[in-house]
């Protein structure tokens, strides 16, 4: 079983920063989704199992970063430049495949999430 623990949500101007963490319990391939209100979940980027290949969408590409310390078993998101569009719950998944996949059905964990809002 792993478990998530998301943090570092919150309220930002245009063009602000955050950082959103996320405390994983095991060696897994890892992502972060985000939802906002009547819409679907989105991928938003992700981290191999192994290895440390990273994936993007292409709307956060060259705004957000994805990592990951191995150590302390956490995912980090670096997210800059952050546009209103951004607001939304954002959520950390894991799974045990190698690859990490970018449809949100194929994760077998998920934390509880974490609001970040972006004001104009």
């Known amino acids: 079983q792993v478990q998530l623990v998301e943090s570092g949500g919150g309220l930002v101007q245009v063009g602000g920063s955050l950082r959103l963490s996320c405390a994983a319990s095991?060696?897994?391939?890892m992502s972060w989704f985000r939802q906002a209100p009547g819409k679907e979940r989105e991928f938003v980027a992700a981290v191999n199992r192994i290895g440390g290949n990273t994936y993007y969408a292409d709307s956060v590409k060259d705004r957000f970063t994805i990592s990951r310390d191995y150590a302390k078993n956490t995912l980090y998101l670096q997210m800059n430049n952050l546009k209103p569009e951004d607001t939304a719950m954002y959520y950390c998944?894991?799974?045990?495949?190698?690859?990490?996949?970018?449809?949100?059905?194929?994760?077998?964990?998920w934390g509880q999430g974490t609001q970040v809002t972006v004001s104009s």
């Open positions: 998944a894991a799974t045990g495949r190698l690859v990490a996949p970018k449809i949100h059905s194929e994760y077998d964990y």
């Open positions: 095991g060696r897994v391939a």
